[in-house]
């Protein structure tokens, strides 16, 4: 059973990431990770912007947060994220391929963490970080989902993961979605404190 999912994307991600999560019901049942690359000063707009499009809270991760089912996690500017057991750390380690956040990092300690139960997703991009990430949770038994390069804004980045990982399931991006809700277990029904399913 799945328990993570990771999530990597820069040039026209902001568009990627919309579609992704507005197709995921209230109900999904993993923690959605999200590294798009920003500028060391950007602002926390990118949280705001795609809370607007899902019913999944969305939250840009602090240092040590706990991260639960129901949520969609997003990687702070100017900070690599490591997905540590149930938590999460920052880093101000030095930039990977100009990049930090780097999908790589994040991707490599997912899969360190949670190995055949981490879903990883390369999404587009104009670099190719995230590919040797996608390569390492393959490598340890994880499920690897590459966007169809003719679908992607810029489909350099798909391209190098699927250089890496070639048996990466390959989905256009309308389809990831429904993918994710397939293969993962749906959040129980909240319940209030008798017993009552809570809508």
């Given at each position: 059973m799945y328990e993570i999912v990771v999530v990597g994307t820069s040039w026209g991600g902001l568009s990627a990431l919309s579609t992704v999560v507005a197709g995921l019901p209230p109900t999904f049942g993993i923690?959605?990770?999200?590294?798009?690359?920003?500028?060391?000063d950007a602002a926390g707009l990118l949280a705001e912007l795609l809370q607007a499009r899902t019913a999944l809270a969305v939250v840009e991760v602090d240092d040590k947060q706990s991260f639960a089912p129901g949520h969609v996690y997003v990687a702070p500017p100017n900070y690599h994220l490591?997905?540590?057991?149930?938590?999460?750390?920052?880093?101000?380690?030095?930039?990977?391929?100009?990049s930090r956040p780097s999908i790589d990092v994040t991707f490599v300690s997912a899969a360190d963490e949670y190995g055949r139960r981490t879903i990883g997703i390369?999404?587009?991009?104009?670099?190719?970080?995230?590919?040797?990430?996608?390569?390492?949770?393959?490598?340890?038994?994880?499920?690897?989902?590459?966007?169809?390069?003719?679908s992607a804004e810029s489909s350099i980045m798909p391209q190098a993961a699927l250089r890496l990982v070639p048996t990466a399931r390959v989905l256009p991006l309308n389809r990831i979605a429904s993918h994710l809700v397939r293969i993962a277990p749906p959040r129980p029904p909240l319940r209030d404190h008798a017993g009552v399913r809570v809508t």
């Open positions: 923690p959605l990770v999200v590294v798009q690359h920003r500028g060391p490591l997905i540590e057991r149930g938590f999460f750390s920052l880093s101000t380690d030095p930039p990977v391929r100009y390369v999404l587009t991009g104009a670099n190719q970080d995230g590919a040797a990430g996608l390569k390492r949770i393959a490598d340890r038994g994880g499920h690897a989902i590459v966007q169809e390069p003719a």
